[in-house]
């Protein structure tokens, strides 16, 4: 089992950046595949980012691809998403998510979930 929380979020301008983390707890964090979505009011919960175990592949949501990084660090159990160009339609609250046996854009694939961080952009 892993246990997550998030951090980094707040508000931002619009064209700024932020980077947001994702600590995990336990041993076997490098087990786990992990994944960064989101949910603005009153929409569903939508998928960001997603990595691998060992780091060595992502994939983006169209929406996020060029703009985002996701990466991660399995000798401190962090992920992290650096957010570029921000826009007004990033504001979501930010989660990441753990699973095994593969990166995964699905939502209902991830058994883990932090609590999620508010990320704020104003135009």
């Known amino acids: 089992q892993v246990q997550l929380v998030e951090s980094g979020g707040g508000l931002v301008q619009a064209g700024g950046s932020s980077r947001l983390s994702c600590a995990a707890s336990?041993?076997?964090?490098?087990?786990?595949?992990m994944g960064w979505f989101r949910q603005a009011p009153g929409k569903e919960r939508e998928f960001v980012a997603t990595?691998?175990?060992?780091?060595?592949?992502?994939y983006y949501a169209d929406s996020v691809k060029g703009r985002f990084t996701i990466s991660r660090d399995n000798a401190k159990n962090a992920m992290y998403l650096q957010m570029n160009s921000l826009k007004p339609e990033d504001t979501a609250v930010y989660y990441c998510?753990?699973?095994?046996?593969?990166?995964?854009?699905?939502?209902?694939?991830?058994?883990?979930w932090g609590q999620g961080t508010q990320v704020t952009v104003s135009s």
């Open positions: 998510a753990a699973r095994r046996f593969g990166a995964s854009m699905t939502r209902s694939d991830y058994a883990y």
């Open positions: 336990g041993r076997t964090f490098s087990t786990y595949d």
């Open positions: 990595i691998n175990w060992s780091g060595d592949f992502t």
